[in-house]
């Protein structure tokens, strides 16, 4: 029997042929998927990194904002640097001397967030095919850059220390038997996102010693380094070798995220290159943005209100890490941050936390996947939980539908056969067998 031709199909999108071939890299994040569902009032979000700006003195920064309008309203609503405002620049040097940073304020590209200085510094590195390292689990957000730029991202393994130098070289040294060209490591050693750990002081210049070793650039994101709970920031990697290293800072989790200003620091010949970049994607960094934040730097204790953040995170960190170990099952596995917004929870054998998902999300509960974090598919026995936005008493709470959710899928599993399917874990290995801690 013939088939006539279906006619009048509807065209779900008329310009599927006519893209770029570095648009089939372009897709949501695991993260923005669950936003809709995760703001429901009902659902308690362990899921998105969202800060908790409860505590900013709401009349300090109106103030600010009031008189950066009245008195310097044309210039804030006027385009400006492409490399950023000089006051501002000068101020973060001020914050980044917190971190044993000594830089000059000509050597900073304020941009857009530093996700926007994660794409500028992908733009001008990285052609199609080229490899970027990273830790497993990695940022969700720069796998999403580096996967939009055709790069190929290669994992190399982490412990309750941070990367293992060991997996760096091997790595690197896989990926130039293979033939392929390195453009840099992308590392976040403070208070990592996903993970949660904190890199070394000792793998610190052991990774930074690899790296100038192999002629390898280091881009060190650090959103959270400030954010510490029981002690002053780390020195950054930074400071060990300022000729190999890009650094990456925000205000975003220091301040607030709406104002969308973050940060690059980048030997001279980089810089350059960053700031025609920047030009091409924007034009200049938003001046009312950079001005606002000048004023609030200017006018207000900004690091006694970084103290408080720190006790409070901190109060939300301890109430998580409770919950966890009062509600867990035994066999579920997780860190203790010692700063930042994240728990990396391991859940018990056989458990795939994405397909687990949607049946979270009908018992009111949101987290997400370990698989958004990994470019290779791995990530299915683990999830981060972010304590950074909900009180103590709601992270309790949904920790406890969690917890309740896991154990409805382990009695499943008792009565249907266990899935065998494992995987390389963070922070598992001989000297760590049976702890629920990593």
Known sequence: MSMEPVRNRPVLDPYVDRYAARTSGMTASEVRALFAVASRPEVVSLAGGMPNISGLPLDVVGRAINDVVLRHGPEAMQYGSGQGRPELREQITEVMRLEG??????????????????????????????VVLCEAPSYVGALGVFKSYQCEVVHAEMDADGLIPAALENAIKATK???????????????????????????????????????????EDNPYGLLGFDREPMPAMWSLAPENIIYLGSFSKTFAPGFRVGWALAPSSVREKLVLAQESATLCPPSFSQMAISAYLREHDWQGQIKEFREMYRGRRDAMVSALSDLMPATARWNVPDGGFYVWLQVPPGINTKAMLPRAVTSRVAYVPGTAFFADGYGTSAMRL???????????????????????EMELQSTFGLDDTTEIRLGSGPDNPTSNTI
């Open 386 to 408: 972010s304590f950074c936005y909900p009180t103590p008493d709601r992270i309790r709470e949904g920790v406890r539908r969690l917890a309740g959710v896991i154990e409805s």
């Open 177 to 219: 038997a293979a033939g392929k060209t390195i453009k840099f490591l992308y590392t976040i050693p403070n208070f990592h996102n996903p993970a949660g750990v904190t890199l070394s002081v000792e793998r610190r210049r052991e990774i930074v010693d690899i790296c100038l070793r192999e002629g390898i650039l280091i881009l």
């Open 101 to 130: 940073i000594e830089a000059h304020a000509d050597d900073i590209v304020v941009t857009v967030g530093s996700q926007q200085a994660v794409d500028l510094v992908t733009r001008i590195f990285c052609d199609p095919g080229d």
